[in-house]
T-cell receptor, first 121, second 111 residues
Framework: SAVISQKPSRDICQRGTSLTIQCQVDSQVTMMFWYRQQPGQSLTLIATANQGSEATYESGFVIDKFPISRPNLTFSTLTVSNMSPEDSSIYLC??????????????????FGPGTRLLVL | QKEVEQNSGPLSVPEGAIASLNCTYSDRGSQSFFWYRQYSGKSPELIMFIYSNGDKEDGRFTAQLNKASQYVSLLIRDSQPSDSATYLCAVLLYNFNKFYFGSGTKLNVKP
């Protein structure tokens, strides 16, 4: 498994401003992801944070709005830029961890951070 | 068509009963299947995963996988009120190294 922390845990922001969310993992991981979850809805993948290269964004999400950094294998940031009330959501960092399930077999599993609850006024 | 489909519920069961949660998926390239539990206001936590046809048991939880029919289910025996949460089904497509999540089924266990 992996222990993941996020900062801040929650914030209230004014429209037009930007917020940077930090994600720290207790071990080196290859793949880190950023999700958004709006109230009562399921998870929506924003992007895959790639170490050493630009993030890979899902349809509907762009780098100008959600710039992502991944300076090393244990840390990533997501910035929500020029915020509007529609950006109010929970933002979740997650990592994919490879674990041994037998002598020769491995299984990737995904673990989530505690989330950042964002309210934009 | 969504990659992963779940009944949104809510599914209500009495305490002590068996809760059965179902999930279907569309991509036959799906290799591994996961169940997450998410309490209100919290992030998803992994319950268990399964990758072979058949049943896999872990305590009160049993995951069942049928690749031919493209469905995976989660059984919760002796349901407790503390099991009340939203249960998310996810599949991993190795070709894309990506997880796809269902919309979740809300479970209410009545005391």
């Amino acid at each position: 498994s992996a222990v993941i922390s996020q900062k801040p845990s929650r914030d209230i922001c004014q429209r037009g401003t930007s917020l940077t969310i930090q994600c720290q993992v207790d071990s080196q991981v290859t793949m880190m992801f950023w999700y958004r979850q709006q109230p009562g809805q399921s998870l929506t993948l924003i992007a895959t944070a790639n170490q050493g290269s630009e993030a890979t964004y899902e349809s509907g999400f762009v780098i100008d709005k959600f710039p992502i950094s991944r300076p090393n294998l244990t840390f990533s940031t997501l910035t929500v830029s020029n915020m509007s009330p529609e950006d109010s959501s929970i933002y979740l960092c997650s990592v994919m961890v490879e674990g041994s399930i037998s002598q020769f077999a491995y299984q990737e599993t995904q673990y989530f951070g505690p989330g950042t609850r964002l309210l934009v006024l | 068509q969504k990659e992963v489909e779940q009944n949104s519920g809510p599914l209500s069961v009495p305490e002590g009963a068996i809760a059965s949660l179902n999930c279907t998926y569309s991509d036959r390239g799906s290799q591994s299947f996961f169940w997450y539990r998410q309490y209100s206001g919290k992030s998803p936590e992994l319950i268990m995963f399964i990758y072979s046809n058949g049943d896999k048991e872990d305590g009160r939880f049993t995951a069942q996988l049928n690749k031919a029919s493209q469905y995976v289910s989660l059984l919760i025996r002796d349901s407790q009120p503390s099991d009340s949460a939203t249960y998310l089904c996810a599949v991993l497509l190795y070709n894309f190294n990506k997880f796809y999540f269902g919309s979740g089924t809300k479970l209410n266990v009545k005391p």
